[in-house]
Nanobody, 132 residues
Framework: QVRLVESGGATVQSGGSLRLSCTTF?????????MGWPRQAPGKQREEVAH???????TYARSTEDRFTISLDNANNALILQLTSLKPEDTANYYC?????????????????????????WGQGAQVTVSS
């Protein structure tokens, strides 16, 4: 059975930083083709923050690409999301998500990417609250 467990959620002041970590049980990160951190704020739709696609590029939401960094810490079996310059609008429950399937875009510039349906395993979430 695959489990994803997040840690690192906290309350911080605007402008602060946090490091979220996700550990996988039942599979290693090398088994996944898509790994990411979506988030959901109260009363809002879930949105993607950042994800890694195997053999592809890291992808970020426009609102976070200059402030957040996603990475794999293979030594510690962890998927990391480093958050900096946090804003009150970053307040949300941050989920760790992964899947074994990735989507292929053919054409002159062929590449792999992750659709929301490619994320089939989910953690319980880590609450991040940013106070102004």
């Amino acid at each position: 059975q695959v489990r994803l467990v997040e840690s690192g959620g906290a309350t911080v002041q605007s402008g602060g930083s946090l490091r979220l970590s996700c550990t996988t049980f039942g599979r290693t990160w090398g088994d996944f083709a898509c790994m990411g951190w979506p988030r959901q704020a109260p009363g809002k739709q879930r949105e993607e923050v950042a994800h890694i696609v195997r053999d592809g590029s890291n992808t970020y939401a426009r609102s976070t690409e200059d402030r957040f960094t996603i990475s794999l810490d293979n030594a510690n079996n962890a998927l990391i999301l480093q958050l900096t310059s946090l804003k009150p609008e970053d307040t949300a429950n941050y989920y760790c998500a992964a899947g074994t399937h990735r989507t292929y875009h053919s054409g002159r510039s062929a590449y792999y990417f992750c659709r929301s349906e490619d994320f089939t395993y989910w953690g319980q979430g880590a609450q991040v609250t940013v106070s102004s």
